[in-house]
């Protein structure tokens, strides 16, 4: 488009369109983008500080310390005397003299020599005392937080389970202790498009067998049968590629040692469902008729020979229902 000013012609642009904010979360390999929003945001620093990982937590710790610290040896450097024994516009003696204040050590060598001087300090102090609550209760946060130690298995099995195919999941009690009051939820995502050609994804509850367990010690084997009233009836391999069928696992426990509930979730991609595979046995018997259970084999798969395995474990009363050690 253009305008005419007497005969020379003026071009006219469009706006630019703004770079929008985007976030990306990621499950798994599974990964969602948001626009409009940012994953850091300075109005919330609180939440900022607990979501970054260790790593970051540091590093940002110390990238404020030395800004803080920074900012308080040019305002010591600025005023020649503000610092009594310190070399004339040296600002690596205002500098240690600030992380000194800041730190509240004060080895005495450096002082405060005016007025200036002492106003600047003073404000340090205040700054150091707010710094130090603050990495205090954030160190708290951060170290309290009750994480689960949830071992679950790399792959999905699909395997004949009193004569219906039944998809698995195997995940086991990654603690020392007994959890209990365990609540598991499995989901599928699947991509469709409709008859007007418009795709896209919903997301459907898989039914379990039993999907809660008032004790949970050692491994639990999560059943959903896809017969006719599945959302994954008559699904194979080859359908789940082609559906992009995604499985999303929670699970939440009550960790009676913290005296809080612990939760996890995971994706699993259409490629970790294995059709015509079970699960190898994790659970064993001691001679004293113990169960002792080996989390390094959650994952570990075997060709299922459609043969019936014997019962094991400590609870194994109803193997229809539930495959729990």
């Known amino acids: 488009m253009s305008r005419r000013l007497g005969k020379l012609p003026i071009p006219t642009r469009e706006p630019p369109v703004p770079r929008q904010k985007q976030a990306r979360m990621q499950i798994g390999?599974?990964?969602?983008?948001?626009?409009?929003?940012?994953?850091?945001?300075?109005?919330?620093?609180?939440?900022?500080?607990?979501?970054?990982?260790?790593?970051?937590?540091?590093?940002?710790?110390?990238?404020?310390?030395?800004?803080v610290n920074t900012i308080?040896?040019?305002?010591?450097?600025?005023?020649?005397?503000?610092?009594?024994?310190?070399?004339?516009?040296?600002?690596?003696?205002?500098?240690?003299f600030s992380f000194e204040t800041l730190a509240t050590v004060g080895y005495g060598e450096m002082y405060p020599g005016s007025l200036y001087g002492h106003l600047v300090a003073s404000a340090e102090i205040v700054c150091g005392i707010a710094f130090t609550a603050i990495l205090t209760g954030l160190t708290f946060v951060?170290?309290?937080?009750?994480?689960?130690?949830?071992?679950?298995?790399?792959?999905?099995?699909?395997?004949?389970h009193n004569g219906k195919p039944t998809l698995m999941l195997r995940v086991g009690n990654g603690r020392a202790n007994v959890l209990a009051d365990a609540n598991a939820k499995?989901?599928?995502?699947?991509?469709?498009?409709?008859?007007e050609g418009a795709?896209?994804?919903?997301?459907?509850?898989?039914?379990?067998?039993r999907a809660h367990l008032p004790m949970f010690p050692l491994t639990w084997t999560l059943m959903h049968v896809m017969d006719e009233t599945s959302p994954l009836a008559g699904f194979d391999q080859a359908r789940f590629i082609t559906a992009d069928a995604r499985v999303f696992f929670t699970l939440e426990a009550r960790d009676p040692m913290l005296g809080?509930?612990?939760?996890?979730?995971?994706?699993?991609?259409?490629?970790?469902?294995?059709?015509?595979?079970?699960?190898?046995?994790?659970?064993?018997?001691?001679?004293?008729?113990?169960?002792?259970?080996?989390?390094?084999?959650?994952?570990?798969?075997?060709?299922?020979?459609?043969?019936?395995?014997?019962?094991?474990?400590?609870?194994d009363v109803r193997r229809d229902d539930l495959d729990q050690a």
């Open 260 to 315: 809080a509930v612990v939760h996890d979730l995971r994706t699993y991609a259409p490629q970790d469902v294995l059709f015509g595979m079970r699960y190898a046995d994790a659970v064993f018997t001691a001679e004293d008729g113990s169960p002792i259970a080996d989390l390094t084999l959650i994952s570990t798969v075997e060709a299922d020979d459609g043969r019936d395995r014997p019962e094991q474990g400590w609870a």
């Open 72 to 96: 308080f040896a040019i305002l010591y450097a600025l005023v020649p005397g503000a610092l009594t024994n310190a070399h004339p516009h040296s600002f690596l003696d205002a500098f240690f």
């Open 186 to 195: 499995l989901n599928v995502l699947l991509s469709d498009v409709t008859a």
């Open 199 to 209: 795709r896209f994804r919903r997301a459907q509850e898989l039914r379990l067998l």
């Open 142 to 160: 951060r170290f309290s937080r009750p994480r689960a130690k949830f071992v679950m298995a790399d792959k999905l099995v699909v395997t004949a």
């Open 29 to 67: 390999d599974y990964q969602f983008i948001k626009r409009g929003i940012s994953r850091f945001d300075a109005r919330d620093p609180y939440h900022l500080a607990i979501t970054l990982s260790w790593p970051q937590f540091l590093l940002g710790l110390f990238g404020v310390y030395l800004a």
